[in-house]
Each structure stands twice: as C-alpha cells, then as structure tokens.
C-alpha cells in the first residue's frame, strides 16, 4: 500500500524501464475495490487503455500505479 492508499500486488516483475511522466502507454486494467467489487476491466472488452502517464489522462491512482511498475511488469 503506498502513502495515497493504492494497493497493488506484484505479480510478475521483469527487468524494464519505468514509465515517466508524458510518455505514452498501453495498460491493460482492472479496477476494483477491496471487497472485490470490479469497477472497470479492459479485460472484458479485450482493449488495453493507450493513455500519456502523469498529466491527469486517468484517476490518480492510475497514474501512481503505472508510474511504480516496469514495462512489462504485471500487478
């Protein structure tokens, strides 16, 4: 859990560079609360989300945790 109170869990952590901010990413999601409740999956629709990181293109806890993963990186 970091100091905003995202919570994310590391699944799958590869040797890559981090996103910085305005770079441009392809983010596959889902966004859920910690009952379990799914609020949003691009999974579902088989789309990842393509988004510039860091500018507001997403709620904030979007853009921390994308900032805090490796490309490639799965959490």
Known sequence: ???S???YKVIQKVDGKK???GNMVSVHYKGQLADGTVLDSSY???QPLDCQV???QVIPGCDEGICLLNVGDKA
């Open 1 to 3: 859990e970091t100091d």
């Open 54 to 56: 860091g500018v507001g």
């Open 19 to 21: 996103a910085e901010t």
């Open 44 to 46: 579902k629709r088989n």
């Open 5 to 7: 109170g995202l919570r």
